[in-house]
């Protein structure tokens, strides 16, 4: 949502928030995969969706890897693929990378000698409001933010006042975190359901407990990389591994920018052209091997 707001900062860290459920800390600094895939077997009237929030992964995601269950209505007793491993994003350091593709943030930073990694899940902006790509950094932090609503919008929609309150009406959520990209920032939500999907003005939603803990470890002057990328590649301990996203590309466009992914990382004699073409056949999203 592209947004003016008015600021009160308050930080407060604990160690707690730096040990929550989605951090991972890397043993090895060559490590280039994340966390575990795991299944879970359909309740009598569960949802993809609901189940999408419960595990705190985006719409796109569950749905991407389970592309032949309705997500609306999935059959009680089938056994879904839920999303939790990830290839990590190139150009990872010390700070946010937000990959639009994938609608997904990372955020690293070393601890103790270790790199930490979180990751959440992200709505963006819908067509005609897209997020825009670049390096950014953080420069202002909000607790409880005022939205200022935009002209753009209220000529959209009318009826918004010129001013919206904190509170379950005010689509910001708890928290904002501007950008230097004048207008646009992190921010969570009220309503939940539109992450994992391009929904936004422009800015980057965040379920409500997840911006919560990003707010409390990310400090004014982080920098923010925004890239798209539909596919990521790399390699660890021999094997080597891509993950394919397709929000709009073509098979063709894909096969394409699978082949420059890896050719720029010198992996190409390395891969099996057969499971090459079936990961980027299917476009889940999930991190697939495809060495030789």
Same mark, same amino acid.
């Given at each position: 949502?592209?947004?003016?707001? @008015?600021?009160?900062?308050?930080?407060?860290?604990?160690?707690?928030?730096?040990?929550?459920?989605?951090?991972?800390?890397?043993?090895?600094?060559?490590? =280039?995969?994340?966390?575990?895939?795991?299944?879970? !077997?359909?309740?009598?009237?569960?949802?993809?969706?609901?189940?999408?929030?419960?595990? $705190?992964?985006?719409?796109? #995601?569950?749905?991407?890897?389970?592309?032949?269950?309705?997500?609306?209505?999935?059959?009680?007793?089938?056994?879904?693929?839920?999303?939790?491993? %990830?290839?990590?994003?190139?150009?990872?350091?010390?700070?946010?990378?937000?990959?639009?593709?994938?609608?997904?943030?990372? &955020? $690293?930073?070393?601890?103790?000698?270790?790199?930490?990694?979180?990751?959440?899940?992200?709505?963006?902006?819908?067509?005609? %409001?897209?997020?825009?790509?670049? $390096?950014?950094?953080?420069?202002?932090?909000?607790?409880? /933010? !005022? %939205?200022?609503?935009?002209?753009?919008?209220? +000529? #959209?929609?009318?009826?918004?006042?010129?001013?919206?309150?904190?509170?379950?009406?005010?689509?910001?959520?708890? &928290? %904002?975190?501007?950008? $230097?990209?004048? *207008?646009?920032?992190?921010?969570?939500?009220?309503?939940?359901?539109?992450?994992?999907?391009?929904?936004?003005?422009?800015?980057?939603?965040? &379920? /409500?407990?997840?911006?919560?803990?990003? &707010?409390?470890?990310?400090?004014?002057?982080?920098?923010?990389? @925004?890239?798209?990328? /539909?596919?990521?590649?790399?390699?660890?301990?021999?094997?080597?591994?891509? #993950?394919?996203?397709?929000?709009?590309?073509?098979?063709?466009?894909?096969? +394409?920018?699978?082949?420059?992914?890896?050719?720029?990382?010198?992996?190409?004699?390395? =891969?099996?052209?057969?499971?090459?073409?079936?990961?980027?056949?299917?476009?889940? *999203?999930?991190?697939?091997? @495809?060495?030789?």
């Amino acid at each position: 949502m592209r947004i003016h707001v @008015i600021f009160i900062v308050i930080l407060i860290l604990t160690a707690s928030d730096l040990l929550a459920s989605n951090t991972f800390i890397l043993e090895d600094p060559e490590q =280039v995969i994340i966390g575990e895939n795991t299944t879970y !077997t359909i309740q009598d009237r569960e949802t993809l969706v609901e189940l999408a929030r419960d595990h $705190s992964i985006g719409y796109n #995601e569950i749905t991407e890897a389970n592309r032949n269950i309705d997500p609306w209505v999935p059959d009680k007793g089938t056994t879904i693929i839920v999303p939790g491993q %990830w290839l990590l994003p190139d150009g990872l350091e010390n700070g946010i990378v937000i990959n639009l593709a994938e609608l997904r943030l990372y &955020y $690293s930073f070393i601890l103790n000698g270790k790199r930490h990694v979180h990751t959440y899940a992200i709505g963006t902006g819908r067509k005609g %409001w897209g997020t825009p790509t670049g $390096s950014f950094k953080v420069t202002i932090k909000v607790k409880n /933010p !005022t %939205w200022k609503v935009p002209a753009s919008i209220r +000529k #959209e929609k009318p009826e918004l006042p010129l001013y919206v309150k904190p509170g379950p009406d005010n689509p910001l959520g708890r &928290y %904002w975190m501007q950008l $230097s990209a004048k *207008g646009y920032g992190i921010h969570g939500t009220n309503r939940p359901y539109g992450i994992g999907r391009r929904v936004s003005h422009g800015c980057l939603r965040l &379920y /409500p407990d997840d911006i919560d803990a990003l &707010y409390k470890l990310v400090e004014p002057g982080t920098p923010v990389k @925004i890239v798209y990328e /539909p596919v990521k590649a790399g390699v660890f301990k021999d094997k080597v591994y891509i #993950e394919v996203h397709c929000p709009e590309e073509t098979l063709p466009e894909l096969i +394409k920018i699978a082949n420059e992914t890896l050719g720029r990382k010198d992996l190409l004699n390395k =891969v099996d052209t057969d499971l090459f073409m079936k990961a980027v056949h299917s476009a889940n *999203g999930l991190p697939a091997v @495809i060495s030789k």
